[in-house]
T-cell receptor, first 110, second 114 residues
């Protein structure tokens, strides 16, 4: 059974810092790895999708990497802004849908 | 291209009642999956439908059931509601199952059981 762990559970940093969110998974037989953003009480917004054959994806200030052999993915956020404050979830795509971590609650201080 | 839409956005039910939640998939997507997200937790997989058949199920009791229609929209039905069923219910659609193409989520239905 796939298990996904996200570290840290919470993070508070001043505006402008570069930061890294970590995600680990136990079963490397994933079809994809997705990073989502969730604002309080809202649904999930997809940030980046890395297909199983890929190693990384970039969108603006965001960069995500995937290492299936070690069961790890990282989300790098450059030049953080207060609007980046949210919960970030990673999820591995398998035969039975997505398996999520519990998320990293990120606060960017102005 | 329309995204995933869910209805209703909020719902309050009494313990023991039954509830139906609805989801319209993104245009072109033939697979719908449902997730339950309790407060402070990551979403948990309930089940998945591909071309009108359930082809995957998480650790949820049979009182959680669903349907997928020919237009790929879907319903989640929960019978005999319990207080612990209070959660955000999320629907996601994708192009195929076992897919490398990722999932698109709706905004969710907030269910409160009292």
């Amino acid at each position: 059974k796939q298990e996904v762990t996200q570290i840290p559970a919470a993070l508070s940093v001043p505006e402008g810092e570069n930061l890294v969110l970590n995600c680990s998974f136990t079963d490397s037989a994933i079809y994809n790895l997705q990073w989502f953003r969730q604002d309080p009480g809202k649904g999930l917004t997809s940030l980046l999708l890395i297909q199983s054959s890929q190693r990384e994806q970039t969108s603006g200030r965001l960069n995500a990497s995937l290492d299936k052999s070690s069961g790890r993915s990282t989300l790098y956020i450059a030049a953080s802004q207060p609007g980046d404050s949210a919960t970030y979830l990673c999820a591995g795509g398998g035969a039975d849908g997505l398996t999520f971590g519990k998320g990293t609650h990120l606060i960017i201080q102005p | 291209e329309t995204g995933v839409t869910q209805s209703p956005t909020h719902l309050i039910k009494t313990r023991g009642q039954q509830v139906t939640l609805r989801c319209s998939s993104q245009s072109g997507h033939n697979t719908v999956s449902w997730y339950q997200q309790a407060l402070g937790q990551g979403p948990q997989f309930i089940f998945q439908y591909y071309r009108e058949e359930e082809n995957g199920r998480g650790n949820f009791p049979p009182r959680f059931s669903g349907l997928q229609f020919p237009n790929y929209s879907s319903e989640l039905n929960v019978n005999a509601l319990e207080l612990d069923d209070s959660a955000l219910y999320l629907c996601a659609s994708s192009l195929g199952w076992r897919t490398p193409y990722g999932y698109t989520f709706g905004s969710g239905t907030r269910l409160t059981v009292v």
